[in-house]
């Protein structure tokens, strides 16, 4: 299956700040990347569909002007959580496509801690 | 609001014996049905897929889809300790284009040496 990488695996910040977490496709080009968010002891709740070339889809209840997605190459989607709040600590996981119909491989995830 | 409902468990199988997982999900229009294993603190990581009805075997690992009942099953044969994890059930969105996935939340195996 396809290999997808994420950078920083875990990341403490102060309340307010703006956090980057990058997802890489390795072995593939992907057109298609998509991000999730886990809570503790809940399962994966897909926040956004990211395009290349074009603007991500969000998914209702997200709020696209605090999750900032970048898709500018088809090997590189980023994720800026801005003005971060401590109810954005959350496990973050992207995934992409590469195997099968709609098969997803995800990436190690980021663990976010807002303090 | 599309939903996939799973058991929470946690399901406990003695060592070398099956075990069952069981997933349904509401969206008659989903046509990938997907198994991840997500070890604690991990990512998941995918086990099976399954896109018709009938069985899937990979390994000790079996998928059962049943469209019509909108089931669909991880059978686990030969239980190891390592098998231990939240298992995942996970259906595609039908929209158009590449499908995000909808998931379960999950249930907690454990194999009892």
């Known amino acids: 299956g396809a290999v997808v990488s994420q950078h920083p695996s875990r990341v403490i910040c102060k309340s307010g700040t703006s956090v980057k977490i990058e997802c890489r496709s390795l072995?593939?080009?992907?057109?298609?990347m998509f991000w999730y968010r886990q809570f503790p002891k809940k399962s994966l709740m897909l926040m956004a569909t990211?395009?290349?070339?074009?603007?991500?889809?969000?998914e209702q209840g997200v709020e696209k002007d605090k999750f900032l997605i970048n898709h500018a190459s088809l090997t590189l989607s980023t994720l800026t959580v801005t003005s971060a709040h401590p109810e954005d600590s959350s496990f973050y996981i992207c995934?992409?496509?590469?195997?099968?119909?709609?098969?997803?491989?995800f990436g190690p995830g980021t663990r976010l801690t807002v303090l | 609001q599309k939903e996939v409902e799973q058991n929470s468990g946690p399901l406990s199988v003695p060592e070398g014996a099956i075990a069952s997982l069981n997933c349904t999900y509401s969206?008659?229009?989903?046509?990938?049905f997907f198994w991840y294993r997500q070890y604690s603190g991990k990512s998941p990581e995918l086990i099976m897929s399954?896109?018709?009805?009938g069985d899937k075997e990979d390994g000790r690992f079996t998928a059962q889809l049943n469209k019509a009942s909108q089931y669909v099953s991880l059978l686990i044969r030969d239980s190891q300790p390592s098998d231990s994890a939240t298992y995942l059930c996970?259906?595609?969105?039908?929209?158009?284009?590449?499908?995000?996935?909808?998931f379960g939340k999950g249930t907690h195996l454990i194999i009892q040496p």
């Open positions: 995934s992409a496509g590469g195997g099968e119909v709609n098969e997803q491989f």
């Open positions: 072995d593939f080009q992907a057109t298609t």
């Open positions: 990211s395009n290349e070339g074009s603007k991500a889809t969000y």
């Open positions: 969206d008659r229009g989903s046509q990938s």
């Open positions: 399954i896109y018709s009805n």
């Open positions: 996970a259906v595609n969105r039908p929209g158009g284009g590449a499908d995000g996935l909808t």
